[in-house]
């Protein structure tokens, strides 16, 4: 089982950025990927960008591509999602998931970390 722990939520402004750190522990995590999802009130929860552990490579939602950016840093067991141009839409909880075997499957998930964007 892999320990995810999110961070870096907050209240800001429409138009800033934040960065939300996931740290992951427990495991091994070379054949992962790491995804990134929210769940705004009242709405079903929404995948928003994913990245392997090997060779860092990415694939992100159509709506964010461009606004929102999925990094690792392996040596700190750490995924961040640098989110910029934030909307009020962006309002969510924000979770971190682990895909132990690269096949699209989320078997593990963090706590959450709300994000909330005031217009």
């Known amino acids: 089982q892999v320990q995810l722990v999110e961070s870096g939520g907050g209240l800001v402004q429409a138009g800033d950025s934040l960065r939300l750190s996931c740290v992951a522990s427990g495991r091994t995590f070379s054949n992962y990927a790491m995804g990134w999802f929210r769940q705004a009130p009242g709405k079903e929860r929404e995948f928003l960008a994913r990245?392997?552990?090997?060779?860092?490579?990415?694939y992100y939602r159509a709506s964010v591509k461009g606004r929102f950016t999925i990094s690792r840093d392996n040596a700190k067991n750490t995924v961040y999602l640098q989110m910029n141009s934030l909307k009020p839409e962006d309002t969510a909880v924000y979770y971190c998931?682990?895909?132990?075997?690269?096949?699209?499957?989320?078997?593990?998930w963090g706590q959450g970390t709300q994000v909330t964007v005031s217009s």
């Open positions: 990245i392997r552990w090997s060779g860092g490579s990415t």
């Open positions: 998931a682990a895909d132990r075997d690269g096949n699209g499957q989320y078997e593990d």
